[in-house]
């Protein structure tokens, strides 16, 4: 049972179009995370929040803006894709400990 | 250098074969040591939390962590084709709760 829900799942896109993944949780944590995931790759923080109104870029340099206006909402949004965002976005939460939660990714394409 | 090392594999293993997998890490900050399991398009879900070194055991999973040789490990036992998945290491910092990921070993084990 998922606690943590991103919507779409998969999406393709064409090039310049805005776009918006969207991220809930429902277990009430302050802490939450968007990931950016290649094959073969190390997952890479993008962006990350502490709580309502707080949000902080990540250590991979990302042209995508988050936002956290709702404890358990936290969309991120490309306002003009291009070719290069095509990657898997996954969102994770986490209470005062290291234990994330993870959804279950969105796979962007953009054509 | 990257931070943390993890072999991509596939390790392709017969079902009831213990299995090791591995990281390495240069940080000798890192204090928190997890090990997270992601099937085909899902995200990762956690399977063993450890700090500092040491053994965890739960079940077939064994967690290690030798501090001293920036080595972490994680074995199964009666490895079950259930098991199949790519296992990934993850650590942070004692103050920081921003998790530095491996890439992720692909696991199969075949019936």
């Known amino acids: 049972e998922a606690d943590i829900y991103q919507t779409p799942r998969y999406l393709v896109i064409g090039t310049g179009k805005k776009i918006t993944l969207e991220c809930s949780q429902t277990?009430?944590?302050?802490?939450m995370y968007w990931y950016q995931q290649d094959p073969g790759m190390e997952l890479h923080l993008i962006h990350y929040s502490y709580g309502v109104n707080s949000t902080e870029k990540g250590d991979l340099s990302s042209e995508s803006t988050v936002s956290r206006i709702r404890t358990e909402h936290f969309p991120l949004t490309l306002e003009s894709a291009r070719p290069s965002h095509t990657s898997q976005y996954l969102c994770a939460s986490s209470e005062l400990n290291r234990d994330y939660t993870f959804g279950s990714g969105t796979r962007l394409t953009v054509v | 250098q990257k931070e943390v090392e993890q072999d991509p594999g596939p390790l392709s293993v017969p079902e009831g074969a213990i299995v090791s997998l591995n990281c390495t890490y240069s940080n000798s900050a890192f204090q928190y040591f997890m090990w997270y399991r992601q099937y085909s398009r899902k995200g990762p879900e956690l399977l063993m939390y450890t700090y500092s070194s040491g053994n965890k055991e739960d079940g077939r999973f064994t967690a290690q962590v030798d501090k001293s040789s920036k080595y972490i490990s994680l074995f199964i036992r009666d490895s079950q084709p259930s098991d199949s998945a790519t296992y990934l290491c993850a650590m942070s910092g004692y103050n920081t709760d921003k998790l530095i990921f491996g890439t992720g070993t692909r696991l199969q084990v075949f019936p």
């Open positions: 277990m009430g944590h302050d802490k």
